[in-house]
């Protein structure tokens, strides 16, 4: 039988692929109906719950289809015996920006927790780190302007 740790890597190994697949059934698929995420664009508050997670990909579903990657890099998972925690590293971009940031990850952490045996994402933060440098993706430039405000 299948350990936590390992069924946890599966279900976001899974995710990860739905979401590089632009399948949002998939995307959705082992999340909580009152999941919270904080991501990379705006709301900044976060988004709170199933429906508007989902509005949240359809906009990255178009970045990606002009040739982006979004793959896991490295992961670590701790589970105990009814909420886990996991952390990432994914090679999320396109080429191009690959060149520009050889070193740039997104950088991923999920929390999750067991609903009737079954394990569920009920927390999800996307970030990438903040650099001094022109970003290039869609997905940063929101959080460009609110530093330039600020400084």
Known sequence: ????????????????????????D????????????????????????IDAYRATWPPFFEWQ??????EIESLDIT???????????????????FAERPAERLRLTLGLRK???????????HSFPYTNEPQATP???AEDEIRAVHQ
């Open 1 to 24: 039988m299948a350990s936590d740790e390992e069924r946890i890597r599966t279900l976001i190994e899974r995710w990860t692929g739905a979401v590089h697949q632009g399948d949002i």
């Open 26 to 49: 998939g995307v959705l698929a082992d999340h909580s109906d009152d999941i919270v995420m904080f991501d990379v664009p705006p709301p900044y508050e976060g988004v709170r719950g």
């Open 65 to 70: 289809a002009q040739g982006a990657t979004f």
């Open 79 to 97: 589970a105990g015996g009814d909420v886990a925690f996991a952390y990432a590293l994914l090679r999320c971009g396109t080429e191009k920006e």
């Open 115 to 125: 609903e009737d045996g079954r394990w569920t994402v009920a927390h999800e933060h």
């Open 139 to 141: 997905a940063t430039a």
